[in-house]
């Protein structure tokens, strides 16, 4: 059963191409690379409990790293992306490396500092990065095949999400996410059984930014441009917002908030000015009504026999 | 460099870092009292704004309209920590922040439905040409910053150090349990500080307002604000004026001296430097001995 | 051959001594007791030797190094390990989670075998739930393997916590205030459990504790802590008829 339904989701995920319009299919791609952005985010956030402010900076980083190792260092599409996410995750361990010591509100404050001074350096720098106006490019070759398919950039867009789906779930289940969970819920525990608490910071973050970094790249590709105001704190904290609606912690809950979210904006299309709004409101309401999110609510379903037959009840006498 | 060029950069800096102070203030004041850091605070000031272009809109003069906006602003303050920030206190403060975030991005999407992204001119009695002291050129404007941080200041330290509510509202920041004990009502003191800190920010849009002109992104201000706060601890009043005037201070300079890159790059250098070098701030006590 | 030592272990928190020149010393297997009065510097004696406060003065010394100042995680690898008087348990996480979570060090393999998810990876996570079922069973909780950490009464989170810390594998082991907050029955029970691992396993225990009748059943040798100084050490029943002993606990249980 585990690997029959993956297997099914990206078959029908696979099969979109053969029937969806261009419009549909480059939705459906900004859909999978919100669900990467996400998976990386919720590792950081809704697993290690750090509050990063700077994931579009991050996926900046993947989308010009990208681009201009495509463009300046001639390197095939096959190369440049990898290249562009090791070196997006190395900037998340520059980050993580100093800011190891703070937690909560400070650091926050400093991924806000961190966030800022990115945008300045893009703006500074035009002659590499286009500055505000913007960078252009070129859809990069892979494996000689030209990207200018469609159909191929969406396959490759959809392989690589399905990659990260399985590594952000192999890493949760694995000693590296109990790691992140115990630096969430108790850090001097997690001291005391040689969890090597200041170090997994930069971890977090260096991972968190590999997934932002490849999205990044993906997106530079599946755009074609590259806008350094689509990298601030709102996106940010739309990011945030996909985590938070779609349950912190929860595989599942990231693919289901990034891909509500990409959806979105696309119904509110008439009410363009609404959908700000609307995205405050959502992530507003979550937060004080439903704070474990859609996958929260998911756990809550199952009904009263089953929840007896599994035994999650409290057990009597509870102090 | 004459001490002309200088002094005048130093009037400058000092009355942007007034604004900058002021916002600091009020970002100390709600983290003092419910350890929360209201990120929202950049769009209160937006809001004391444009609620000041509503009532001189309807024929309130602007020194009428201020203490009018005050108060809504306090009111409103009080509101958002009454509901949206107190039932999610408990919580962690993941929630906490992003929570206050996602007010200020309803805050702001709400004003921009209605006035859109342009730039509105706000009156005030203070808008008056430059008028000369000596060699040096003054803005009235500068001065009624300098004045409000000042007077501000001042009555909030003697607020806190003489009256009765005032001495409630530190006891309950240094020890609530013990100020409950005394009888001392939390969620009073925790409402008037939100509603301080709102009227503060609401003051600071309307004392801008009319200088830069009123727009949805006079939010960002809040930034310098945060450096500000950072700067004296995020846990001393005073710290965050001090930081405030430096802020203004540091930035006008390097802004004549080494361009507008370097002046936009300040804060945040500085803002990084002290998190990672003296996370307590220049005014706070010394890092305790954790391991 | 010492185990564990301290050498004029000084701790001031603003002007207050927690701890002033407190030297003990634990020999390998015993079940050595810190016995004080509330307030008598227990809690800051576990924590300087833990790694979790810095000693202002005096020195630690740990199977013949000197780990005086070495924070917390490290201090861990080496082989000490901890409980918490308040179990400090991951909450949000199950009993079983709780106790892997415990083998952290223990496991070795790296992200890359962790994100292939099959391999390497599986097969030592595989052997770590079994060894995880099986200390949870040792503290006869067992069933409540599924449950979350803090949905548990107090009592079995401790138990919990001490499952959790033995995952670890650690040479000596400091037990936190282990029966506060416990009924006498239960903390029987745990005092029962405490005397089985030491006896099953090749570990050496500190035990601190403020309840006299549980440590005096529990401990092989007894230090007595009072106002963050040693007050008389040496074997239970000797310290138990010791004067001054029975006067600085006066009014507290004996």
């Known amino acids: 059963m585990r690997i029959v339904i993956p297997v099914i989701a990206f078959a029908a995920v696979s099969s979109v191409p ?103 350096a893009i703006e500074e720098y035009p002659d590499i990065t286009g500055g505000i106006r913007g960078l252009k490019v070129a859809r990069p070759a892979i494996l000689g095949l030209s990207l200018q398919s469609e159909t191929a950039l969406y396959l490759l867009v959809a392989a690589l999400t399905a990659f990260a789906i399985f590594a952000a779930w192999n890493i949760q289940k694995s000693r590296f996410g109990r790691a992140l969970d115990a630096l969430r819920q108790s850090p001097f525990a997690a001291r005391s059984l040689g969890i090597p608490v200041a170090r997994m910071k930069p971890f977090a973050f260096a991972l968190n930014a590999a997934f932002a970094g490849c999205a990044g790249g993906l997106f530079a590709m599946v755009t074609g441009f590259i806008d350094p105001t689509e990298f601030g704190v709102l996106e940010s904290l739309k990011h945030i917002t996909f985590i938070v609606v779609g349950g912190l912690g929860s595989v599942a809950g990231s693919v289901l908030g990034a891909a509500l979210f990409t959806a979105l904006p696309e119904f509110l299309r008439g009410t363009n000015e609404y959908s700000e709004l609307v995205y405050g409101l959502i992530l507003l309401g979550t937060l004080l009504f439903f704070p474990r999110g859609l996958a929260g609510l998911w756990e809550r379903l199952p009904a009263l026999p089953l929840q007896r037959a599994a035994s999650k009840e409290p057990v009597h006498g509870a102090s | 460099m004459s001490w002309q060029i200088l002094s005048q950069l130093g009037i400058s800096g000092l009355s942007i870092g007034s604004i900058y102070a002021l916002v600091g203030l009020a970002l100390v004041l709600p983290y003092k009292a419910s350890g929360a850091v209201n990120f929202a605070q950049g769009e ?8 000041g272009l509503v009532l001189t809109g309807l024929g309130l003069p602007y020194l009428a309209a201020v203490p009018l906006v005050l108060l809504i602003a306090a009111a409103a303050g009080a509101l958002i920590e009454r509901f949206l920030i107190r039932p999610i206190m408990a919580g962690p403060e993941f929630t906490l922040v992003i929570t206050t975030f996602a007010i200020g991005i309803v805050i702001k999407a709400l004003i921009r439905l209605h006035w859109q992204d342009n730039t509105f001119t706000l009156d005030a009695p203070f808008i008056a040409p430059p008028f000369k002291l000596g060699a040096l050129r003054l803005n009235p404007a500068y001065l009624v910053f300098v004045a409000s941080m000042t007077g501000i200041s001042a009555g909030l330290s003697l607020f806190l150090a003489y009256t009765k509510f005032g001495k409630a509202m530190r006891a309950t920041a240094l020890d609530p349990i013990a100020a409950r004990l005394m009888g001392i009502k939390p969620a009073r003191v925790l409402s008037s500080a939100w509603g301080l800190a709102a009227a503060l920010g609401a003051l600071v849009g309307l004392l801008l307002g009319p200088v830069i002109g009123v727009n949805p992104e006079m939010g960002h201000l809040i930034l310098k604000g945060l450096v500000a706060a950072v700067i004296g601890g995020f846990s001393s009043l005073g710290g965050a004026v001090a930081g405030g005037i430096l802020l203004g201070l540091l930035e006008t300079y390097a802004g004549a001296f080494w361009g507008a890159t370097f002046k936009n790059l300040v804060p945040f250098a500085v803002l990084i430097l002290i998190l990672l070098a003296r996370p307590e701030g220049l005014a706070g006590p010394a890092s305790a001995r954790r391991v | 051959m010492v185990l564990l030592e301290t050498e004029g272990l000084s701790i001031n928190f603003g002007g207050v001594a927690a701890l002033a020149d407190v030297s003990i010393s634990v020999q390998p297997g015993e079940i050595h007791g810190v016995i004080g009065p509330n307030g008598a510097g227990k809690t800051s004696f576990i924590n300087a030797v833990t790694g979790f406060v810095k000693a202002d003065q005096g020195c630690i010394r740990f199977d013949g190094a000197d780990v005086t100042g070495l924070a917390a995680s490290s201090l861990s690898a080496g082989g000490l390990g901890r409980t918490f008087q308040h179990a400090e348990l991951f909450g949000e996480c199950t009993l079983l989670e709780n106790v892997l979570t415990g083998f952290y060090r223990h496991q070795r393999y790296g992200l890359l075998a962790a994100v292939a998810g099959f391999g390497k990876a599986a097969r030592i996570e595989r052997q770590t739930r079994k060894q995880a079922a099986g200390l949870l069973a040792q503290f006869g909780l067992a069933d409540l393997a599924q449950h979350r950490a803090s949905d548990l009464p107090f009592g079995l989170q401790k138990r919990a916590d001490m499952a959790r810390a033995l995952a670890a594998k650690p040479r000596l082991l400091l037990l936190d205030e282990p029966v506060a907050g416990m009924s006498e029955g239960e903390a029987d029970e745990t005092a029962a459990s405490i005397k089985q691992l030491a006896r099953e396993l090749d570990i050496t225990l500190v035990v601190v504790e403020h309840n006299m009748r549980i440590l005096m059943s529990l401990a092989t040798t007894v230090t007595v802590l009072a106002q963050g100084r040693v007050l008389a050490r040496g074997r239970p029943d000797v310290i138990r008829a010791n004067p001054e002993v029975i006067r600085t606990y006066l009014g507290e249980d004996a």
């Open chain 1, 18 to 120: 053969l029937f969806a319009t261009s419009y549909y299919l480059y939705l459906a791609e900004l859909a999978m690379i919100n669900v990467v952005v996400a998976l990386g985010l919720n590792l950081l956030c809704g697993n290690g409990g750090l509050i990063s402010l700077c994931n579009g900076s991050f996926m900046a980083a993947g989308a010009y790293g990208t681009a201009l190792l495509t463009s300046e260092a001639g390197l095939s599409g096959l190369a440049a992306l990898p290249a562009a996410t090791l070196l997006t995750s190395l900037l998340g361990a520059i980050l993580g490396y100093p800011a190891r010591r703070l937690s909560g509100l400070y650091l926050a404050l400093v991924t806000l500092g961190f966030l800022e001074l990115v945008q300045i």
């Open chain 2, 44 to 51: 209160i000031v937006t809001f004391g704004a444009y609620m």
